[in-house]
């Protein structure tokens, strides 16, 4: 009797408990700025595998950044935690009488790190490459500082990213050898000699825009217009006289403006080179090189963190990139290739990956299109079956109190119980990781395309949402 009664009760709990996640999912959906929108969401136990909360949670939309959850849990599992990028110093020619009679290669890895601002631990490549030079009793170069970024292929700006995103300072192309996240800020004066550049930080002199603004008593106002590669932008607007603009954005050839780095720091340390500094884009030779030096990145682990901890968009397509290197070691890495690997990847693990599209590494795409399901899959299997679960959390910023995620849920009873990954563009709202409550893994992921009005109330919404689902099945 006893038993029955239990029961009962049990049942009456599972079933109240149900009609609280449905009517938190009915009124989330049914919200005024959500009448036009596409909502998908699931909630699911992975400590017993039960599907909590759903709601059309097998629908393709856009994942914006955390498509980033796809790309670096593909990498960890495949190139593991402890994979470092390199850069190789190399040479060719003959080294005599401390000449080297050839040219000096920094041939690049994709790592994205070298100089970074954002790097786990900071290195001085220059002083590295220096060391390695007077080591080997090099005084004098004959030929060229070569950059060869050749381990990706060199097409410019990513096709498939929206042109407002091309160039900016979030989204900088990745190239096979980049440096202080390929980025430079330009400062623009006005004064009574008209309108210049005055400044590039870091400094350098290959970049020489074309000022094609003009000096009224307006606001400031610019428009940055370029090619790909090119050092001479051009540059329209207003400009106040007596006033500055400081403007960052992407550095046009990152591997150019390291071997001419690298050529002016060799020159201020008494290296006499020879001839300009070039690329292979430029300059190719056709022989055997030799290595000086090679310089390793931080473990993936690390820059793993870097990328989903500030949604870094560089980080994440090299990472992306590299993975291209998985299905064919001939030829350089491309986009392509690298979804092949990770959809080849989650296929063998039982994953549906053939029912999702990803174009990316960084979500930037507006072609990538990945259910909930699917992210939640991924999540599941990265806790559950992983041998990476702890370093692959280690990733993944704490909601309420760091990363993108610092304001999300803060003040809710899941403040600092919950390791997500945030995506947002343009009316699209998303996040995807794990919830640790009342002894209990939770994997979830809410995706919101095309909701109306502000940002800030849709954000509080979803994280009202969410400590409701998992507060009816914790009763």
Sequence with gaps: MRKAIKGIILSFTIINSAMAQNSAITEFVNSDNLTQASVGFLVKDITNGKVV?????????????????????SAMEMLTDTFRFKTNIEYCGTISDSILHGDLYIRGGGDPTLGSAHAPVTCDFFSEALIALQQKGIKQITGHIVGDATVFREDGAPFHWLVEDIGSSYSPTPSGLNIQDNLLGIVISSDSTGISCTNCTPFTSLMQPKIEMTQAPKEKSWRMTKTDFSWNPTLRGNL?????????????EPALFLADSMRN??????????????????????SIRDTLFIHKSNTLKEIERVTNYKSNNLYAECIFLTLSKQQDTIGPCVGWRSANVISKYWTSKGLEANRIFQVDGSGLSMKNAISPKFMVDVLTYMHTSSKYQKQFLYT????????TVASFMKGTALEGKAFVKSGSMERVQNYAGYINANGKWYAFCIMVSNFTGVRKPLVKQIATLINEVIAADNK
Excluded at 53 to 73: C, F, G, L, W
Excluded at 242 to 248: A, G, L, N
Excluded at 398 to 403: E, I, M, P, Y
């Design 265 to 286: 720091m060799l020159l201020a340390a008494g290296i006499e080179v020879a001839l300009e500094a070039t690329t292979t884009k430029w300059y190719k030779r056709d």
């Design 396 to 403: 993944l910023p704490t909601a309420g109190r760091n990363g």
């Design 53 to 73: 909360a759903h709601y059309q949670e097998n629908t393709d939309r856009n994942p914006a950044s955390v498509t980033k959850i796809i790309t670096t849990a």
């Design 240 to 252: 106040p006289m007596d006033s500055k603009q400081y403007i960052k954005t992407e550095m046009p």
